[in-house]
């Protein structure tokens, strides 16, 4: 009996150690927030910058405030692959770079353009680094926006973080993470756009008190790509009207002319959205009809002599809030046509709608996408005026 307990106690041993065999202490890790990819200097290599948290400097917590900066080191290396790079970076650091933890991976246009297919192979295959990784692209380089200090934020991709979280509020930049970028790639048809983001400003002058930044990182609308490169780049207008046709539309606010008052405008807060594709074949002919539905509240009105509850004003702003969302919508499609990109999903929509027709198009949807017979509808809604109705200098009656 002795010799069973002992026999089980060595099988309890044996099971319970044998899951730790590649622990590696907290301490010993480098933890990273963002990760920046460019093209090397030297051809043929990669530039790979990473972005180290200090957890001694945020420790408690408290992430938010304090100087820009503080609490996170920059490291930049070379390489062929990027993984060559992020090992020849482990070799600064001093510590096992720890990939699972990276929320932001930013790429600078100039490689962009060249193809991140490395990148995005090396991100899918590699076992430590999460699918869920959110895609910006920089119309610079990408060592320079991890670089550049937020002073809201002493992590910088807490604040990039917040900044992509804050794109439901305006609806004017597509946020995509890197399993939606390759399942759009992977698409016969399919281009993926993703945010674009861009350094402004000159660096603060350390003699002179300022309270406002120098250098500052603001998204920029989208960038769109074929094959894994770089094609061109939506505008937010743009970026918008790609989101109204995707059904991604969830809040922002669309400003228009006051009906009456031409060279005075007014606020609509876009309460929610939907959208369909309806692709059409009748006689052989493909038609593409896109519907987009919205609801808004008025949000502000200047002082104008207009007294809301009676008259059709309700009905002019509708018009005027359609046309608005239209010419987006259409701004867009235009876009895509000059990039020869279906950002739409227009594409995967006719095949799911006629899968037996759809071998006579996919082949031919690169030649065919630029000159669709395109057809926009837009219904909108008023559902809300406000606290109050009449412009504030009315005197209700």
């Known amino acids: 009996m002795k010799k069973i307990i002992i026999c089980l106690m060595l099988i309890c041993f044996v099971l319970t150690s044998a899951g730790c065999w590649?622990?590696?202490?907290?301490?010993?890790?480098?933890?990273?927030?963002?990760?920046?990819?460019?093209?090397?200097?030297?051809?043929?290599?990669?530039?790979?910058?990473?972005?180290?948290?200090?957890?001694?400097?945020?420790?408690?917590?408290?992430?938010?405030?304090?100087?820009?900066?503080?609490?996170?080191?920059?490291?930049?290396?070379?390489?062929?692959?990027?993984?060559?790079?992020?090992?020849?970076?482990?070799?600064?650091?001093?510590?096992?770079?720890?990939?699972?933890?990276?929320?932001?991976?930013?790429?600078?246009?100039?490689?962009?353009?060249?193809?991140?297919?490395?990148?995005?192979?090396?991100?899918?295959?590699?076992?430590?680094?999460?699918?869920?990784?959110?895609?910006?692209?920089?119309?610079?380089?990408?060592?320079e926006v991890l670089n550049t200090k937020i002073p809201t934020e002493k992590v910088g991709g807490f604040a990039l973080d917040k900044m992509l979280e804050a794109t439901k509020f305006h609806s004017k930049a597509p946020v995509n993470d890197i399993l939606e970028f390759n399942n759009d790639v992977k698409s016969e048809t399919s281009s993926p756009a993703t945010a674009a983001l861009k350094v402004i400003g000159k660096e603060k002058d350390p003699s002179k008190e300022s309270f406002s930044p120098g250098k500052k990182i603001i998204i920029d609308g989208s960038a769109v790509f074929k094959d894994y490169k770089m094609t061109g780049q939506l505008t937010e207008e743009e970026s918008r009207g790609m989101l109204w046709v995707k059904g991604k539309v969830k809040s922002g606010v669309i400003i228009i002319p006051v009906p009456g008052y031409e060279d005075k405008t007014m606020d609509l807060e876009i309460i929610r959205s939907s959208s369909k594709i309806k692709p059409e074949i009748k006689n052989g002919k493909l038609s593409i009809n896109i519907k987009v539905k919205q609801e808004a509240n008025i949000s502000s009105i200047p002082p104008v002599d207009i007294n809301i509850e009676k008259s059709n004003f309700i009905d002019k702003v509708k018009e005027e809030n359609e046309k608005a969302i239209k010419k987006e919508v259409l701004a867009s499609l235009s876009k895509a046509r000059d990039l020869n990109a279906d950002i739409f999903s227009i594409g995967e929509a006719l095949h799911e709608k006629y899968p037996r027709q759809w071998s006579q198009y996919e082949k031919r949807w690169n030649d065919l996408f630029p000159y669709l017979n395109v057809k926009v509808q837009v219904d909108a809604s008023i559902e809300r005026t406000g606290m109050i109705t009449n412009p504030l200098m009315v005197n209700s009656r």
């Open 22 to 143: 590649n622990w590696i202490e907290i301490e010993n890790r480098g933890l990273v927030g963002i990760l920046g990819m460019d093209k090397a200097a030297e051809k043929g290599k990669i530039k790979v910058s990473m972005q180290m948290i200090k957890p001694s400097e945020i420790k408690g917590g408290k992430e938010g405030g304090g100087g820009a900066g503080e609490a996170v080191v920059v490291y930049t290396d070379t390489g062929n692959t990027p993984l060559d790079a992020l090992r020849n970076i482990s070799r600064k650091t001093g510590r096992k770079i720890f990939l699972p933890e990276i929320s932001i991976l930013v790429i600078g246009q100039e490689l962009a353009r060249e193809g991140v297919g490395p990148i995005m192979d090396f991100w899918r295959r590699d076992h430590e680094t999460s699918l869920r990784t959110q895609v910006i692209i920089s119309s610079g380089k990408a060592e």
